[in-house]
Structure formats: structure tokens, C-alpha cells
């Protein structure tokens, strides 16, 4: 198994995770959450987002939802958010599509994670890397990363 950013800092914080990996063709969230045999609401993705003052914030939802632009802009305290380009995902955080997770990314961004993930002991992210999803406890998450969980979703 490949060690990501995520990998490494969660090991060395010594946070309990469980890495699982699957077809790395695959990048549709949903289909992601049938190959582990997981229900779609406990696997979640990684949406980051640029504001009008031009800040960049971090949102992780389910991969059955909708991230809500005006609830995030206003969990944020913004006028609005707007996804960024995908062509700005991997220099801004190292990460690709598919596989951009929530920790280790280059730079600490303002995170939201939908308050759903505190209904699961543990949720499913991106392990860093296309293929490889690692389970956490969202509260876990939530102090690692300094995020906060609020309704963001559609």
C-alpha cells in the first residue's frame, strides 16, 4: 500500500484509521461507496471552493449530495463560494480529482464537514489518491483538520 500525506500525518498523530482501496478507475463517489459496500451516506468527498474575498475553503459532504453554495458560503462567512476549476485543484492542494482528501493538503484551509458524518462512529474519505478511501472518526477528523460540522447540503 502507497503512504499519502493523508497516511503519514494521520500515523504519526497516531489517529486510528483503516485505509481501503478499490478500482482506481473509478471516481464517481457514488459508485465508489458500492465497491466498498458502504452506504453512500458514510462516504464523503472533498469539494474545495474559492470565496468573492477570494479565500479558498474546504467542504466534505456525502457523495449523495449537493454541496449547497449558499449554506457553505454562509457556514464560511461569505458573500459566496464557487467551485474551483479542476485545473487549480492540484496546485492549490496537491491533490488530483478523485483523490483529494481532506488532510495533508499543501497549505490549512478553513474545513466544513456536513453535520451528517456525527450520525457514523466512522466515515469514509479520500486516503489522497485515486483508489484508496481511509475511514475515520469524524470527530477525529473534525479536531485534526480544525474543521467544524455545520448543514451544508442541499
Known amino acids: 500500500m502507497e503512504k499519502t500525506n493523508a497516511i503519514r ?5 497516531n489517529i486510528k484509521f483503516e485505509v481501503h482501496e478499490y478500482d ?7 459508485k465508489v461507496a458500492s465497491l466498498l459496500s458502504l452506504s453512500e451516506d458514510e462516504v464523503f468527498k472533498t469539494l474545495v471552493t474559492v470565496s468573492n474575498t477570494n479565500e479558498h475553503f474546504v467542504f466534505v459532504i456525502p457523495v449523495n449530495c449537493k454541496l449547497d453554495l449558499k449554506k457553505a458560503a454562509k457556514a464560511v462567512n461569505m458573500k459566496y ?8 485543484l492540484y496546485p492549490l ?10 488532510i495533508g493538503m499543501k497549505k ?4 466544513i464537514i456536513n453535520d451528517t458524518a456525527l450520525l457514523f462512529d466512522k466515515i469514509y ?12 472518526n469524524p470527530n477525529e477528523l473534525a479536531s485534526f483538520v480544525d474543521a467544524s460540522f455545520i448543514d451544508i447540503v442541499i
Not at 500525518?9 to 498523530?13: D, G, I, K, S, V
Open 9 to 13: 500525518l494521520l500515523t504519526l498523530a
Open 24 to 30: 482506481e478507475n473509478e471516481t464517481d463517489g457514488c
Open 81 to 88: 463560494v464557487e467551485m474551483i476549476k479542476q485545473k487549480e
Open 108 to 111: 490549512k484551509f478553513k474545513t
Open 93 to 102: 492542494t496537491g491533490y488530483i480529482h478523485g483523490g483529494c482528501s481532506p
Open 125 to 136: 474519505v479520500s486516503a489522497g489518491k485515486v483508489g484508496m478511501n481511509l475511514d475515520i
